[in-house]
């Protein structure tokens, strides 16, 4: 399996992991950023999405895959970004290998496992997908995800249309099958030994887990970006940035 990744920058490594039907291309804003402030951005499209080739088969196996790019490219500590899926992947990287982990950013995420209920909803919209394609399941997630102000700004909804539509539905299916079996990390939360900070947008409907999360962890804040519903870093960027940059240059120190 492919794997494609891209290495910006010089500085304490922050490892950014996309969203659920995205890629790597959703972080383009916050790259900039974080290079400009003085750090490195790896950016990886998870399999199938983006320019990957092969398709997301576990969360675990996913987070093996991105710690072999890290180890590809000599990177022993790192810090994660995350978001929903992103964040799913990060809390596997984790439990796998806490003594790499200098900080992570989780956003939109839950360390929560699936309800019987979620998981079933899951297993219904990847067989919709594959027989009737995804058109439908992308306009609940559009309706559902984006906040009041995204959903009646023309420029963000074009924006949407175009990344979902490089959601491929056999990769799709893939990755939403995946996501209904994994474990629970929330019993994890209590035992980081890292910063951790919580940014989730104000209408995201992950937020109450997002609260918990950020109080459970031993050193976690919480930061609420208005106007953003579950994609905030697309939705606020300048405010994503802004919590962003001012966490990193808090704890991303030698
Ligand atoms: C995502 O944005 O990655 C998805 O909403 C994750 C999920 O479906 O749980």
Known sequence: ??????????????????????????????????????????????????????????IPETARLVLSVCDHLGIKRFGLCGLSMGGYVSFEIIRAVPERI??????????????????SERFESSAEILNDGPHRFLEGMKNGFLSDKTSSDPKLQNEFDELFSEADSKSMAAAL????????????????????????????????????????APSGSFIEIEGAGHFSNLEQPESFNKALIAFLKEHAVE
């Not at 794997?3 to 500085?11: A, I, T, Y």
């Not at 200098?102 to 998981?119: G, H, I, W």
């Not at 919580?198 to 209408?203: K, L, M, Q, S």
Request: proline share 5%; charged share 20%.
């Open 177 to 216: 099958e995946a996501m209904a079996v994994r474990s629970s990390s929330k019993g994890d939360v209590e035992h980081f030994g890292f910063p951790v900070v919580a940014i989730y947008g104000a209408e995201d409907p992950m937020i109450g887990a997002g609260r918990s999360m950020a109080a459970s």
């Open 102 to 119: 200098r900080f992570a950013v989780l956003c939109d995420t839950t360390p929560e496992a699936d309800s019987e209920e979620k998981r």
């Open 1 to 58: 399996m492919t794997l494609h990744f891209n290495d910006s920058g010089v500085g304490i490594p922050v490892v950014f992991l996309h969203a659920f039907p995205l890629s790597s291309k959703m972080w383009s804003s916050q790259v900039s950023s974080v290079v400009d402030a003085g750090f490195r951005a790896i950016t990886i499209d998870l399999p199938g999405f983006g320019r990957s080739g092969g398709s997301i088969r576990s």
